[in-house]
């Protein structure tokens, strides 16, 4: 996917673009002077007051059939995806799209402001489909602000059908950017744990899925446990622990070729695996007669590297965005808390102090929070603090919420929620306001999710 | 017919069909890692296990389990640490060992509900350790002591209170069947 320099005309467009590529530039805004206009979303105080937005259906220059359905039909569905994108991320109050007028394709680019400005939305997305003579769809994509009659972006994207919502997913995250300031997300992925079974004998498969839930597959039988996948920054390697032969060990997944090996050829437990920002690297624990400590090895295998040496447990090891430090937890001191070390295992120091025990720390892809599952109290808690040790924050409160992961853009959190009883999981989402709690719908029970990168 | 014929038949139909193709289907799923045998997690400890005949076979699981007051061990909250009644529960399996030395046995180490994933897979480890390391202070080589923990993945009591919670936090000594 391309962006369009110029999407007046399509056709044009598509003489610049190629046709393969699936890779967004961001472009600059047409008018500059939008770019100081006063439409702005405020992601971090709060949610009271999501901004009203319009995203009519889009139309098609020509109607066509295609690999993924007719061009009207796609121009409705996109709509509606970048609807529930908005919608889901708490700031925005998306018109009943079925209720809004019928867009012409010539009114994409020329909105009848007149109309707009007595709607009640204060922004305006409008876009089109059009299918291309090999094959290929363009979706082109348009921000205005309603009361100052501007376009505020413009973005267009050159897809194959097979990954149509993916462009909606990046116009929905053109949006979200412009109007909020934060980085996008909508266009990633989850892979995580989808569970079944009874209690004392779950089933636990590793599943990918869009962030929205679409895309869903298994990629795993479910004959062996497998527990805590995360993804590589590439987005196409997944590690996980495996219970192959009742060994439990770290493995590598490739999701090209469906290939699976073992990073780590030792006699122990190998567990918590997490890649390096780079990729070079796999940080994971391993269990030495029962004494747990971290551990690195390089990413295509080879001979681990020890990086703590404490007795006791260090556990759940997370690399910061620039890759030269490690969050990690470790009890130490007598219960778990939360440490921070340089990665070559240097300079360790404890940063979390609260009462009752911290676990499971993720660095934000921001750098500014690190998330974790905080027990206490008679529950289990997601919170964040920042890598220093202060400004700590609670964001949710259930049973047993735990196993935090960070969207591409630092701003949500995403975690799995155990219910009491009957041990049943699913995925929640909540934002750093802690305000917008949601759950992910997943065709099963789902755990241990980890969010990728923002897709190419 | 019973099961494991029934599973031969499969295998058979399953190669014929192999073999009969030129090229190899696309499977839904990749395969996952080869596979061995697998234990039943200290779950299915079926009293009736190498009870053949009505005679119970000596050095089986069977003959372990009629044979010590208890295969597994059980520990306070976010601890590994054994106290008299597990030392005894583990001399009598120490016995039980030396009188069946070509046995090699799992000891899987388990985890209540209230911790977090992670660290529960490390504190399994502890308490399998823990149990294996007395073994070990008492005699048994430690070749025939394979330990593996499950974490909080394998409760054998279902519910989320006190009561629960202490029956799963144990280290289980498994005898193959």
Request: aromatic share 8%; hydrophobic share 35%.
């Amino acid at each position: 996917m391309r962006v369009s320099t110029y999407l007046k005309t399509a056709a044009a467009s598509l003489l610049l673009l190629g046709t393969s590529a699936f890779a967004q530039e961001t472009q600059p805004p047409a008018d500059p002077a939008a770019e100081q206009g006063g439409l702005e979303v405020d992601v971090v105080g709060g949610i009271s007051a999501p901004m009203p937005i319009a995203i009519p259906h889009m139309p098609t220059p020509a109607f066509a059939n295609t690999a993924a359905g007719n061009t009207e039909m796609l121009g409705r569905q996109i709509a509606e995806i970048v609807t529930a994108d908005l919608r889901n991320s708490g700031l925005f109050r998306p018109m009943d799209t079925s209720a809004l007028p019928r867009v012409s394709y010539p009114q994409v680019t020329a909105p009848d402001f007149g109309f707009w400005g007595g709607s009640g939305a204060q922004a305006l997305v409008q876009g089109f489909v059009q299918a291309n003579g090999n094959g290929t769809l363009t979706v082109g994509c348009y921000l205005y602000d309603v009361l100052a009659q501007t376009e505020l972006a413009r973005q267009g994207f050159v897809v194959q059908p097979a990954q149509w919502r993916r462009a909606a997913h990046k116009c929905a995250d053109a949006v979200y950017a412009r109007l909020t300031g934060e980085g996008p997300y909508f266009d990633s992925r989850i892979v995580y744990v989808s569970e079944t079974g009874p209690k004392n004998r779950r089933t636990k498969r590793l599943a990918i899925m869009d962030q929205d839930g679409a895309n869903h597959r298994f990629l795993t039988n479910g004959q062996n446990v497998v527990l805590t996948p995360r993804f590589a920054p590439n987005q196409q390697t997944i590690v996980y622990m495996s219970y192959v032969n009742d060994q439990p060990r770290v493995y590598v997944y490739e999701l090209g070729s469906g290939q699976q090996r073992l990073l780590v050829n030792q006699p122990y437990m190998t567990f918590a695996p997490r890649f390096s920002p780079d990729g070079r690297w796999v940080l994971f624990s391993m269990s030495v007669n029962g004494n747990t400590d971290l551990y690195r090895v390089s990413a295509s295998g080879g001979a681990p590297q020890r990086l703590t040496n404490a007795p006791g447990i260090d556990t759940g090891g997370s690399y910061s965005p620039d890759g030269q430090q490690i969050v990690f937890e470790s009890d130490r001191g007598g219960s778990q808390q939360l440490y921070v070390m340089n990665a070559d295992g240097s300079g360790q120091r404890r940063i979390s102090f609260g009462g009752g025990q911290y676990a499971t720390p993720v660095w934000s892809p921001r750098g500014d929070n690190i998330a974790f599952t905080r027990i206490g109290g008679g529950g289990f808690r997601i919170g964040v603090i920042s890598p220093a040790g202060g400004g700590e924050k609670i964001l949710t409160e259930a049973w047993q919420d735990e196993g935090p992961t960070w969207a591409p853009n630092g701003r949500v959190i995403m975690f799995f929620r155990t219910a009491q009883g009957s041990g049943k999981a699913d995925l929640w989402s909540v934002d750093l306001t802690g305000v917008n709690e949601r759950r992910i719908p997943t065709p099963l029970d789902g755990s241990d999710p980890a969010w990728s990168p923002l897709l190419p | 017919m019973n099961r494991q014929s029934l599973k031969i038949a499969a295998l058979a139909a399953a190669l014929a069909l192999t073999a009969g193709c030129g090229k190899k289907t696309p499977e839904t799923l990749p395969p996952e890692p080869p596979q061995q045998g697998q234990t039943d997690g200290g779950l299915g400890t079926d009293p009736g296990a190498g009870n053949v005949g009505g005679a119970v076979i000596p050095g089986s699981r069977a003959d372990f389990l009629r044979s010590v007051p208890s295969d597994r061990v059980f520990f306070s909250t976010d601890s590994y640490s054994l106290d008299a009644e597990d030392r005894a529960t583990l001399d009598a399996q120490v016995a039980w060992l030396q009188r069946n030395p070509g046995v090699l046995v799992t000891i899987e180490g388990h985890a209540d509900e209230r911790g977090t994933r992670e660290y529960n897979l490390a504190l399994g480890d502890r308490r399998a350790n823990a149990a294996k390391n007395y073994l070990q202070s008492r005699g048994i080589a430690a070749s025939r002591l394979n330990v593996v923990s499950w974490g909080k993945e394998r409760p054998v009591a279902l519910g989320s209170d006190e009561g629960a919670w202490a029956q799963n936090r144990r280290a289980v000594t498994v005898v193959p069947q």
